[in-house]
């Protein structure tokens, strides 16, 4: 069983930048393939990010391109979100995801983090 933990959300003015981490366990983490989900209120969960096995190779929803950059450390369990010019539209809850094949938008990964939850004030 996968384990997934996000840390590094928070309340943070618009266009300001926020790092979210998600640290792994239960599986050999470079084995994984991970993403990145939103879940504002009121609305449908949403890709963000997802990135293959070895970094890569990312690929990202057209509203974050450009300013969202997904990364992953295999000797640090951790895959990364660095979200620069948050804009108030990008508060939701995110959520970090694991799966045993690549993570597309329409993939439902097998592995869910609890979230860690994003505000942008405007």
């Known amino acids: 069983q996968v384990q997934l933990v996000e840390s590094g959300g928070g309340l943070v003015q618009a266009g300001g930048s926020l790092r979210l981490s998600c640290a792994a366990s239960?599986?050999?983490?470079?084995?994984?393939?991970m993403g990145w989900f939103r879940q504002a209120p009121g609305k449908e969960r949403e890709f963000v990010a997802t990135?293959?096995?070895?970094?890569?190779?990312?690929y990202y929803a057209d509203s974050m391109k450009g300013r969202f950059t997904v990364s992953r450390d295999n000797a640090k369990n951790t895959v990364y979100l660095q979200m620069n010019s948050l804009k108030p539209e990008d508060t939701a809850v995110y959520y970090c995801?694991?799966?045993?094949?690549?993570?597309?938008?329409?993939?439902?990964?097998?592995?869910w983090g609890q979230g860690t939850q994003v505000t942008v004030s405007s």
């Open positions: 239960g599986r050999t983490f470079s084995y994984l393939f």
């Open positions: 995801a694991a799966n045993n094949i690549l993570i597309m938008p329409s993939t439902e990964p097998q592995y």
């Open positions: 990135i293959n096995l070895n970094g890569g190779w990312t």
